[in-house]
């Protein structure tokens, strides 16, 4: 998992920043207008807070080289934490608490980071795999966390910061895509600073990196702490403003290996990387879901249909990590890089 | 990526569109969006469920030519009893037109639904589970625990054991263990049981298996050490064999183990093999197709090759008797509202109009071709189970006998916990209770 890849520098003559202006205009100004709600409540929320927690977990994995299969874990504790601070401190705006949550699932991570000072690889993934079973087992023990809830479900909030309401479809994706892009830069700045440069140093080469002065210990506790405090409020966007209700189940292991394959497949170390993998597992199943119903729906029933899709996903996804290792960013770059030297030709 | 040419991806963008343009639909249907599960660890209930559901409406439309003219059309889509997909689903087909009611059998799916379907005026029916304070129709108007909730069935369950020990008297100084499935669905009944047995005295321990529950020997060491009188099983899917096996590994009798109304299937029987003789079962539908509404449907739909149970042999099994239970209630709330608003299609406010007035006394049943198979439902505005009556079926090794009458729960003792709770939620949310007057009327 070592991919020594820094940003590469575009070749073309359009300045860095122009796309993803373009891309945030695009999409406060255009999709809220053509969108369906289907579009705002089954991809771009799912979407959104997934490409969060894959840019948290690119972080971590990606440039500190950490491999981490606690990802859900620490969704999970985003969204539980935002739902108590809510609920037990009158007036604290719904913003405050979602940043307290990050806080809390950033304290956890570096909890369980601290094996990383001395276990790598393999074994470090095998003792993040103990912070997804405890804090799901603690969320389900201790009825407090949810409120004692009868059936450990915990309702979300109404959003609204300052009087306005979020809570329409548009409501809630404005609300997470604002969230998601700040975050974003900040993680883009982070990277590019000289922590960032610290995680790919301790990434590629640990020792090297202690003889060059880098401070080992510390970095690897940065990484761990910054990326569970944007996958926390991934966290908190998924049951906020996506699901609205959230069980400590539905952030199982399955959602840490998800999260997992969406920065492999898009891209190690690589923001983008998290929006394009996010981008690829949520919307194929649904794309292969339709097209399967379309075309053989008379023939089979739903469940042979979603096995089928199943396999063909996993074909996909075998198939395209043969042909671009390096994930749909290089992948995308290649493309654009292509055509730019096409139009500049012509 | 190269081997994608141009004319594919064309044709597959061309064929999502037209998968995603609305069907067209006719003056006069009722359609049911169907979040099913056929694949997952849950499939045995899903196929069931959903066979016996979609079998009823498809007699409903052979025989009748639909209810009152009005034919009934459905479609599925695959939830894995996964919360998303459940939503997902839900937002892919709730634009269809005609929507009837949604009948996800997922308390989790459900859960995610209860603002979604409020916001829509779309009725929710959670046949035998779901949250248990939605029964007061004061505050969740357009959600329906059916039959049976899961604080009933709790206390359904409690009767039994006690007319086995000769009354609620001889409760005090028994021990029970209540071994539940750890989710939203299994941790449900932790208050009511914890209630119920201070108030008759017995002693009580409850004991979590975490999902999915295939591996129990810690639990049924500790219920060893307990030895407690009885076990009752609040389990599902894969967990229920494994409970049975586990139990007779321990030496504890089966006969004293009860199942809820989500361990009492024949898919939960048979895998455990000759140990699950004399195991016994709360239902609320008998299993068997002797009953005239199933013969029926074997009749008409299954001797032309038109059934939806892929294996005829789980023709009149507890999951797919549900299935048709749950279709007779879903359609005779249809019929009820067409006799108020017109023989048409309704709207969704309109067939929850028909929920809450959904009356079947024994007499109806029995002409429903149903006597037998379920007991009587009573729903009002205000409560939304309906008071459905509970029996107990023992596996004899081969199919399961049913062993009690009709028993009623102590609906009395529950309304005021319910109530309660449904409050605190309304005033959490914010909603201002319904009065009768708000439920005389729907909108279309």
Do not use: C
């Not at chain 2, 049911?32 to 979609?54: C, E, H, K, N």
């Not at chain 2, 034919?71 to 889509?77: A, D, N, P, V, Y």
């Not at chain 2, 929507?99 to 916001?119: C, E, F, H, K």
């Amino acid at each position: 998992m070592t991919i020594a890849t820094l940003e590469a520098i575009p070749t073309s003559y359009t300045p860095r920043w122009l796309t993803p202006v373009l891309l945030l205009g695009i999409a406060y100004l255009i999709i809220p207008l053509v969108g369906t709600s289907y579009l705002f409540e089954a991809i771009l929320l799912p979407f959104l807070a997934l490409s969060l927690a894959g840019v948290g977990l690119n972080i971590l994995t990606g440039y500190a080289g950490q491999v981490s299969l606690g990802s859900a874990a620490f969704l999970a504790v985003g969204a539980f934490a935002a739902y108590n601070f809510n609920l037990r401190i009158d007036g604290l705006p719904i913003l405050g608490s979602i940043f307290l949550s990050g806080v809390v699932a950033a304290a956890i991570g570096i909890v369980f980071g601290l094996p990383s000072l001395r276990l790598r690889g393999f074994y470090l993934a095998v003792s993040t795999l103990a912070a997804q079973f405890f804090v799901q087992w603690a969320l389900t023990k201790f009825s407090w966390f949810s409120n004692n809830s009868a059936s450990g479900v915990i309702d979300a909030p109404p959003l609204s910061i300052a009087g306005v309401e979020f809570n329409s479809a548009v409501g809630r994706y404005l609300f997470s895509l604002t969230i998601v892009a700040v975050l974003t830069f900040l993680a883009y700045r982070l990277v590019l600073s000289q922590t960032g440069r610290n995680f790919i140093a301790v990434r590629d080469n640990e020792t090297a990196a202690r003889i060059i002065g880098v401070p080992v210990l510390k970095t690897k506790l940065i990484a761990f702490g910054v990326s569970s405090f944007v996958i926390g409020i991934a966290g908190v966007l998924w049951a906020f403003a996506y699901l609205r209700t959230v069980e400590p189940a539905g952030f199982n292991l399955d959602r840490s290996f998800q999260i997992l394959f969406i920065i492999i497949i898009g891209g190690l170390a690589s923001i983008r990387g998290a929006f394009f993998g996010a981008a690829l597992l949520v919307v194929t199943p649904l794309i292969l879901s339709r097209v399967g119903s379309f075309l053989l729906g008379d023939f089979f029933d739903s469940g042979v249909l979603d096995m089928s899709q199943r396999i063909v996903l996993g074909g996909l996804i075998i198939l395209f990590l043969i042909l671009e290792p390096d994930g749909l960013v290089s992948f995308w770059d290649r493309i654009r890089k292509r055509t730019t030297t096409r139009l500049l030709r012509q | 990526m190269r081997m994608f040419n141009k004319a594919k991806l064309l044709a597959i963008a061309a064929s999502l569109v037209l998968s995603a343009a609305i069907p067209v639909t006719h003056a006069d249907e009722q359609y049911f969006p169907l979040q099913s599960y056929r694949v997952g660890p849950y499939a045995a209930g899903g196929t069931g469920f959903f066979g016996g559901f979609i079998d009823y409406l498809n007699l409903i439309n052979t025989r009748d030519g639909g209810v009152n003219g009005v034919k009934l059309t459905w479609s599925e889509g695959e939830t894995q009893y996964e919360v998303e997909r459940g939503v997902e689903v839900y937002e892919r087909l709730k634009n269809t037109p005609g929507v009837a009611a949604w009948n996800p059998l997922s308390v989790g799916i459900a859960y995610a639904m209860i603002d979604r379907i409020t916001q829509d005026k779309v009725p929710l029916i959670t046949i035998n589970h779901g949250r248990t304070d939605s029964t007061d129709g004061r505050v969740f108007p357009y959600v329906f625990p059916l039959l049976l909730n899961p604080y009933s069935e709790t206390s359904g369950i409690v009767n039994y054991i006690a007319s086995k020990e000769g009354g609620l008297e001889s409760l005090k100084g028994k021990k029970i263990v209540v071994l539940y499935h750890g989710s939203p669905y299994g941790k449900e009944t932790i208050p009511i049981y914890e209630l119920l047995a201070q108030k008759y005295g017995f002693e009580l321990q409850q004991i979590e298996v975490p999902h999915p529950g295939n591996e129990q020997q810690a639990q049924w060491l500790t219920i060893r050490r307990a030895k407690p009188d009885y076990v009752v099983l609040r389990g599902w899917g894969v967990m229920n064999p494994v409970a049975l096996k586990s139990a007779a590994k321990v030496g504890f009798p089966v006969d004293h183990i009860v199942g809820n109304v989500w361990s009492n299937s024949e898919e939960d029987a048979i895998p455990a093999g000759d140990v699950a003789k004399g195991y016994t079962a709360i239902t609320t539908q008998a299993s068997g197709a002797e009953y005239p509404v199933v013969k029926e449907i074997v009749k008409t739909l299954y001797d032309n090759n038109r059934g939806n149970l892929e294996d005829k042999n789980r023709i009149g099994s507890v999951y797919h008797n549900l299935g048709i239970v749950n279709g007779i209630l879903n359609v005779e709330a249809i019929r009820i509202a067409q006799e108020k608003f017109g023989k048409r299609t309704l709207t969704g406010d309109e067939v929850r109009w028909g929920f809450e007035h959904l009356q079947l006394d024994p007499a109806r049943v029995e002409a429903l071709g149903a006597k037998g198979l379920f007991h009587s439902i009573n729903v009002t505005w205000d409560n939304h189970e309906g008071n459905g009556y509970v029996t107990f079926q023992q596996w004899d090794g081969k199919k399961w006998n049913v062993v009690s009458d009709w028993i009623a729960p102590d609906w009395a003792l529950l309304r005021p916990i319910i109530e309660k709770s449904a409050e605190a939620y309304a005033k959490e949310k914010g909603i201002k209770l319904r009065t009768t007057e708000d439920a005389v009327t729907a909108t279309n």
